[in-house]
């Protein structure tokens, strides 16, 4: 026979390979049928134990006897052999005894069997716990991943966080150091400005000196001209044939009067130079010529007052266009208010701007060298303003606001002098009559008003059916225009409507031509009217591609001298049509970039002025 194998031979691993199987099957079936084996081994071992009795309850047949042979010694040893055990008793108590075996081995039996099943449902059960222990583990390996995601991100806001408060607290720095600059350049403007002031002042008062030092020249030469013509030898010769002999007299007369303008001591002078002629030729004499020169310099002291003789109610002349400019160039912008413009005006020395907003506040600006200048700004207004206007005289400022009143301040003073309350809405527009002390106001209490400035004092009601927009006024009309698509006309001196006008569209402003012939309205139709008040109807209707109104209050404006129309648009826009042709002359864009809320046209017609709901105001020239 062979040898044995070596040990890295072939056989010898498929041994070690079967080896290692047998060992991990009887791992894993003996912790099944161990408690099995141990019931089968206690019952072996009692079946040995049992195995004696068994062999002596099976008698051999030799030993079986007669019962009718035995003898008298035989009952003696029978009844010692009773005590003992007999052999059917013992066959019968092992009878009983196997019996009770194999209900014990039944039982044991029937509770392997349960054993077994409650073990096969124990396994099922340990596979699913081990299923979900198992989808538990990458549950947590799941989450422990994505907290330590969350740790990173933590880590990371962390550090960014740290970044923007380092990045913070140098801007805060920064801001500190700023606001010390901003303090210092404030302080510097200030003393700047206090030095410039008091540097006008004294070029102001050198100037009046000199100004009077040129006066006192000037009246002193005229007094010595006036003394000199005065003094002069007049002839005044009389005809022969009045005389009757050719008496001829002669009179010096010495005439001494107060210094005068020049141009009046030149016209004297040339009157005096002037020879005079016979009496009869001419009716001058020396007494009526000063008379004459006293009444022109009485002419000149009363010059400036009215027919009736009140001063107050003298009113600076406005300025007469010609010809308005057409605005081509931004040429300044600020962002004069807090929040969204609603209104601006210009002053009748087109000088004088002012501006309203929904902050409150109303801006006065002065116009000098194409630029704007903060002059003055009036505070007191109760709510958003809505509508500005000035007085003829450019003293006062009316302005409507949205706390269902109307507000009156004096120009150079910021508080507000006067306020005319009555109204249950708020009031959209308020402008003045041609005098200083009436006004207008309209409001979304479907009323108009009329006021009495001097008392404050409310003196007319008009109730109307919608609600009204925009009032403008002439000589004795009022002219309103409404949401419900209207323009109505009311006479001043009764109290009742004389005409309705409808246009198509809500209207949102009324404009009037400095001739009170002409009036032009903008509706939320998106175009422009001219109704020529003569005849009362439509005369043009303006439109153009891209301009659209945009809010309720959108103000379209005449140039002064009525050749032109002016309105804003929603895209910031500035649109100029030609009233005579109805033809489209420029759009304007550039600084605006949201909807142009107002406009004003100054009355030189040489600036335009535009605001929007950016806070933005620009001056077009």
Known sequence: MAGPCGTGSPAARWKRHIVRQLRQRDRTQKALFLELVQAYNRL????????????????????????????PWEEELGSDSDQVLSPATLRVKWQEKKEGLQLVCGEMAYQVVEKSATLGALQSELEERRSRLAALEARVAQLQEARAQQTRQVEAQRSRNAAQRLAYEALRAHLGLQEAALRRLEEEARDLLERLVQRKARAAAERNLRNERRERAKQARVSQELRKAAKRTVSISESPDTLGGGIKEEAEVTLTLPAEPEFLASEAGEKWKRPFRSASATSLTLSHCVDVVKGLLDFKKRRGHSVGGVSEQRYQSIPVCVAARLPTRAQDMLDAHLSEVNAVCFGPNSSLLATGGTDRLIHLWNIVGGHLEANQTLEGAGGSITSVDFDPSGSQVLAATYNQAAQLWKVGESVSKETLSGHTDKVTAAKFKLTRHQAVTGSRDRTVKEWDLGRAYCSRTINVLSYCNDVVCGDHVIISGHNDQKIRFWDSRAPRCTQVIPVQGRVTSLSLSHDHLHLLSCSRDNTLKVIDLRVS???????????KCGSDWTKAVFSPDRSYALAGSWDGALYIWDVDTG?????????????????A?????????????????????
Do not use: M
Request: net charge negative; charged share 20%.
């Open 583 to 599: 033809k489209l002359e420029s759009s304007l864009r550039g600084p605006h970039c949201t909807a142009v809320n107002a406009v």
């Open 44 to 71: 072996l071992e009692k079946a040995e134990l049992l195995a004696p009795f068994s062999e002596k309850l099976h008698p051999e047949p030799n030993d079986v006897t007669p019962a009718t042979q035995q003898g």
């Open 537 to 547: 109807n439509i005369r043009q209707v303006f439109s153009a591609d891209g301009f």
């Open 601 to 621: 046209w100054c009355y030189s017609g040489s600036h335009v002025v535009s605001v929007d709901q950016a806070r933005k105001v620009v001056l077009w020239h």
